[in-house]
């Protein structure tokens, strides 16, 4: 070894002793030891802190929050069922036939003529507006003895217009069916079946009550009157009330074939009115 690279104080000898007490652990076993014990205390220790984090619930990502966030949930739509009738009494083998949207120029003396050959008394949401252009049809209905009732003037989706426009539309359908038949309608039903609590309590402030239906035959969309015939035998039972419109072909067809099969089966046909005297079930 070339001392003069070393200091002075730094022979051989004293170079090795330095080295000793620098790295005490590495180079004895008693170090080696101590570095395990000390090790080890600081995993328990550890392990110690983590469990302490983790019963107070608080900086581990595994550890569930103890409160659930809220779920998101729908808005409940409004309980309509207070003003809604859609089912006569479940007890009695009645059907209501309705007919809306008439009366119809064409189609309406028609439809008066199957229904008085087959005896049967309906129901017809009358369009106020179309009324007023054929007063001598809508007395046609009323002396058969069919329950002419309101469907509004204009035929509008009521709960897009204003509150105060819906009373218009009730009041003037009604004033145009009083003034043709002298008697002031009891039952209203929505254009498209548009409803909310406001038009419902509107109309009940007008003295109706508003009539849904527990079947829809879509006699609108094109099907044909076998079709239409299946899916009503298939639907109907105690108490129903069926929507059809006035003015659609296919009914004049399948009507013969319908109430002769239902009438079969015990069934009678009755209008909306009979269906209130007795008893008429609310909601959907
Ligand atoms: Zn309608």
Known sequence: MNRAAFPPFLTGRTSVILLTMTEPARTTGYGTTAWVLTICVGVVLAMLLGGAIAAAGAGSPLVKPSIPAPKKVAPKPPDLSR???SHGNPALKQIALTFDDGPHPEFTPQLLAVLARLHVKATFFIVGMKAAAAPDLVRAMFDAG???????YHHPRLTKITIAKVAQELQLCGDTLK?????TPRYFRPPGGQIDPEVLKMAEAHGYKTIMWSYNTGDYKGFTADHLYAGLVKSTHNGSIILMHDGMPESLVL???????M??????????DQ???DGMTTGR
């Not at 003034?179 to 008697?183: D, L």
């Open 83 to 85: 003003w809604e009738i």
């Open 146 to 152: 069919h329950c002419l009732a309101n469907h509004t």
């Open 179 to 183: 003034a043709i038949t002298g008697e």
């Open 255 to 261: 009507l013969p074939r319908f109430v002769a099969t």
């Open 263 to 272: 009438r079969e089966k015990g069934y009678s046909f009755v209008t909306i």
């Open 275 to 277: 269906m209130a005297q």
